[in-house]
C-alpha cells in the first residue's frame, strides 16, 4: 500500500512538472511589463541582489562589533562577545564574496558571459 502510494505521488508530481516545462519555452508579449531577460539573467539578479545584502549586513556587522569592542572597557565578557560578532561579520562578508565569484565562475562555464 505504501508503495502504492509513493508512486502515485510521484506520478502527479511529474504531470504538475511537465506543463512548468513547457510555459518555460514561452515568450512574453511585447506590450506587457514583463520581464524580457532570460532565465539565467533573473536569477543572476536575483542572487547578485542577495549578496549585496549579505555584504551590506557584514559590514553592518563589522562596525557594530567595533563599537561593542571600544565600548566593552575591560569588561572580559563583552570583550570575548565583540570577538565572535567581528569574526562573524567577516565571515559573512567572504560567503558573500566567494558567493560572487560562484555566480561569476558558473556565468562563464554556462556561456551567459560575453567577457572574459
Do not use: C, E, H
Amino acid at each position: 500500500m505504501r508503495k502504492m502510494k509513493k508512486s502515485v505521488y510521484g506520478l502527479v508530481a511529474a504531470l504538475v512538472a511537465v506543463p512548468s516545462l513547457a510555459f518555460a519555452q514561452f515568450q512574453a508579449p511585447s506590450g506587457t511589463n514583463l520581464p524580457s531577460a532570460s532565465l539565467t539573467n533573473i536569477i543572476t539578479n536575483i542572487m547578485n541582489w542577495l549578496l549585496m545584502i549579505v555584504g551590506i549586513l557584514g559590514v553592518i556587522g563589522f562596525v557594530i562589533a567595533g563599537i561593542l569592542y571600544l565600548t566593552a572597557a575591560g569588561d572580559g565578557d563583552m570583550i570575548d562577545r565583540a570577538k565572535k560578532a567581528m569574526v562573524y561579520s567577516i565571515v559573512g562578508v567572504l560567503v558573500a564574496l566567494i558567493g560572487l565569484v560562484v555566480i561569476r565562475a558558473v556565468q562563464g562555464l554556462l556561456g551567459a558571459s560575453r567577457t572574459f
